[in-house]
């Protein structure tokens, strides 16, 4: 009797472990299955969807999910723009999301566009959108315009600097007012073509002036110059105007040229100067040179008198009373060339002419 009580009793303990763990498995069962259904199924977006009549349906979201696109990143900028009548597809929002663009900034930015009556299409905010460029700051933009300071305070530089004719330096600072043109956004120039060409302009506005006194009294010909030459072609953006904000009066470029010209004269001339000294000096060595030159020929002449005296002695054609009267007129002259030495060193501390 125990051994048979004891048997149904385990085999009762089994059928209630097995029961136990079919239930559980039943119920994680039923978990993933609602846990799948509500992550392939967005039943909120879908809710929202059909209350605003976005059109977008369940398998549109399913799809979404296995084309690795969060729903909501799509549905709720399309609830935005049919609220806002803006005309925007689900096809083009997620093509534009899957090639890496924010699709919330495009759809504001075509809702404001709308607002604004701006002529924006979607395929044009997607492309400005994958540009880089800030699509929703561009329409802003548009609408607002902006101004810029010229020259850029951040690249280094206060003012723009330019000579007159008459060589007087002026500091200039100007504001530009722009607007955003869409159409150019993609593909056009930044801000800072804009501050580049609007600096040249004013350097050669202020360099063609006469005098900078032309400029100081008519500011805005500047202004009217460097408008007409159209420097927005090309760019993002439209100038609406050039405002001179400052004109400041800076060095005398012209008589600091003239000062740096003389000086670099002055060193070319003193440069020759040496040059011709340096000849004159050299001229002189060689002079003297070519003096000791001749006076050793002297000496070598004067050393062969002796020797043609004595073969004249030998040969008879001078006698000894020829000799003593050559040495008497040779002793007469050298009396009379001391007696003359010795005049000139009483007399010539005086001077000529001097008692």
């Known amino acids: 009797m125990n051994a048979q009580f004891l048997s149904s009793t385990l085999a009762v303990a089994g059928q209630v472990d097995n029961l136990a763990v079919m239930l559980a498995l039943g119920v994680a069962l039923i978990i993933l299955f609602l846990w799948l259904f509500l992550w392939l199924i967005p039943v909120k977006l879908w809710i929202a969807a059909k209350l605003t009549r976005t059109p977008v349906g369940l398998v549109d979201m399913i799809g979404m ?3 690795r696109v969060a729903p909501s990143l799509i549905v709720n900028p399309m609830i935005a723009a049919v609220q806002a009548r803006v005309p925007a597809t689900r096809m083009q929002l997620e093509s534009h999301y899957l090639a890496g663009g924010n699709v919330w900034m495009v759809v504001q930015a ?6 604004a009556r701006i002529d924006l299409s979607v395929d044009q905010a997607c492309a400005i959108d994958l540009a880089g460029r800030n699509v929703l700051e561009a329409v802003k933009m548009s609408v ?3 101004v810029i300071d010229c020259p850029n305070p951040a ?3 206060s003012t723009i600097d330019a000579v007159a004719k008459d060589g007087i330096q002026l500091r200039a600072k100007a504001r530009v007012t722009v607007r955003a043109n869409l159409e150019r956004l993609v593909g056009g120039a930044t801000e800072e073509t804009i501050i580049a060409r609007v600096g040249e302009g ?6 063609s002036a006469n005098s900078h006194k032309e400029v100081l009294e008519n500011p805005d010909r500047i202004s009217k110059a460097v408008l007409a030459r159209g420097l927005d072609s090309g760019t993002a953006f439209s100038i609406l ?10 060095q005398n470029i012209g008589a600091k040229l003239q000062i740096d010209q003389a000086e670099a004269d002055k060193q070319i001339a003193q440069a020759r100067a040496e040059q011709r000294r340096a000849m004159a000096v050299a001229a002189e060595q060689e002079m003297k040179a070519r003096e000791q030159e001749m006076r050793a020929k002297v000496v070598e002449a004067e050393a062969q008198v002796p020797l043609a005296m004595a073969e004249a002695f030998r040969l008879g054609h001078l006698g000894i009373m020829d000799y003593y009267k050559m040495k008497n007129i040779v002793a007469d002259t050298d009396m009379r060339s001391s007696i003359s030495k010795g005049y000139e060193e009483e007399s010539g501390p005086k001077g000529p002419g001097k008692k």
């Not at 075509?110 to 607002?115: C, D, G, R, T, V």
């Not at 105007?241 to 800076?250: F, L, N, P």
């Open 144 to 146: 607002e315009p902006r």
């Open 241 to 250: 105007s050039i405002d001179i904000a400052d004109i400041d009066v800076g």
């Open 202 to 207: 004013i350097v050669s506005s202020i360099g």
């Open 110 to 115: 075509l809702i404001s566009s709308q607002k």
């Open 155 to 157: 690249g280094g530089r």
């Open 65 to 67: 999910r296995f084309r």
